[in-house]
């Protein structure tokens, strides 16, 4: 397996180095070689050369098994300029319209929802990644001036919308999951969120066992914290996922927690933790290792490794359990040690 490793910005480049580390880790209690290559690709690397990433950038990343992305992003370049290319354009370009998002509760003190235990946090969530307000389409008027107008368009295609609805229901059918929730603003955004209505309306019935539900967002945000244990499989729009997955990350015992694919189904994907850069968190040795490990476990399941990925989850708990720790989390170990007491587990 080759694997594209990009460290980034500020704490992407520490966890990185974590998950990395559990990669080789679990490659030797499995008897396999993991092929990783680092690319430099940063705020550091774009302030030193004014490139984000080479013209063949996106190229090169396709003739990888899977990509790892830590971290972009920083206080340097305001205009976020190099996360755009390199996360965001990583997205676009390898077309990878699935952001996968699992939510999942691995002990009961970590959850700030009083009195909720695993079993009432275990859902995923499907965020579509390649249009919605994400794609920069728009134009400011009289910029930097009272009468400025700005134009920032959300795009939503039948293709967009359906393939993603379609994703969240076949993978809630070959999970044996029987409930999906699909979330827009159709009453206030009455033309593009008319189209995720018609098109969750026209797939639910090719899936007559799984119950097909409906909730605007902000009624959404209200039940996750509620109930969050109604919640299978959740389907939204770009920007919407991204809101309500930093929420989500929550009851995991916070961001640090939280891992994620962006997948296109049979070609290279990427992996990366929920969380940004933190810049304050930043060379500290603090920031917690756990979603980035998780989301090399989602790596190595989506390429089919899937014991590799099971010893890694089954790591991560035991580390949880007895409280091996970041101290976002309650324990007392730094970013390093969390790692090591992670990538010793894996090994037995
Ligand atoms: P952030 O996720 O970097 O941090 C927000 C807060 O969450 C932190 O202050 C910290 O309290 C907590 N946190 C995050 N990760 C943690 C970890 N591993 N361990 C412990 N606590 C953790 O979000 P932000 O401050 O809004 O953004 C900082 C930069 O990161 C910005 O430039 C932003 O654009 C970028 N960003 C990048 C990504 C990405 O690369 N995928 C995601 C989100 C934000
Ligand atoms: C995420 C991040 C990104 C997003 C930012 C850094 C553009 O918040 O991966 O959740 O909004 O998608
Ligand atoms: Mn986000």
Redesign the pocket.
């Known amino acids: 397996m080759r694997i594209a490793i990009i460290p980034?910005?500020?704490?992407?480049k520490e966890?990185t180095a974590e998950a990395v580390k559990v990669l080789h880790s679990v490659g030797q209690k499995f008897g396999r070689a993991f092929d990783v290559e680092h690319l430099p690709w940063s705020a550091d690397h774009y302030l030193q050369t004014n490139e984000t990433l080479p013209a063949n950038g996106y190229d090169l990343l396709r003739e990888f098994d899977a990509v790892f992305?830590?971290?972009?992003?920083?206080?340097r370049v305001p205009d976020?300029r190099h996360?755009r290319d390199i996360?965001l354009g990583t997205r676009f370009e390898l077309d990878l319209y699935v952001n996968y998002r699992p939510v999942k509760l691995l002990d009961e003190r970590l959850c700030p929802l009083k009195g909720r235990a695993p079993k009432d946090v275990n859902f995923v969530v499907f965020r579509e990644n390649t249009e919605g307000v994400y794609v920069n389409v728009g134009g400011r008027f009289k910029p930097n001036t009272p009468d400025e107008v700005a134009i920032q368009e959300e795009i939503n295609t039948y293709k967009g919308v359906h393939r993603i609805v379609r994703h969240a229901f076949e993978y809630a059918k070959a999970s044996g999951l029987t409930k999906v929730c699909m979330a827009d603003k159709s009453n206030a955004m009455t033309q593009g969120h008319a189209l995720w209505q018609r098109v969750f309306k026209e797939l639910t019935p090719q899936y007559p066992g799984i119950t097909a539900t409906h909730y605007y967002i902000d009624a959404l945000a209200m039940y996750m914290v509620l109930d969050p244990g109604q919640f299978e499989v959740i389907v939204t729009n770009n920007l919407f996922g991204d809101i309500v997955t930093d929420l989500a990350a929550t009851f995991q015992g916070?961001?640090?927690m939280a891992a994620s694919g962006n997948i296109h189904p049979g070609k290279t994907s990427m992996f990366?933790?929920?969380?940004?850069?933190?810049?304050?968190?930043a060379g500290k040795n603090?920031?917690?290792?756990i979603?980035?490990i998780g989301s090399m476990a989602l790596l190595l399941e989506t390429l089919g490794a899937k014991q590799e990925a099971a010893a890694i989850d089954a790591a991560v708990l035991k580390a949880v359990s007895e409280n091996q720790i970041?101290s976002?989390v309650g324990g007392t170990l730094g970013t390093r040690e969390a790692g090591d007491f992670i990538a010793n587990a894996v090994r037995g």
């Open positions: 980034g910005d500020g704490i992407g966890v992305i830590g971290a972009l992003g920083d206080p976020n996360a996360l916070g961001l640090g990366e933790p929920v969380h940004g850069s933190a810049p304050r968190f603090i920031a917690n290792p979603g980035a970041t976002d």
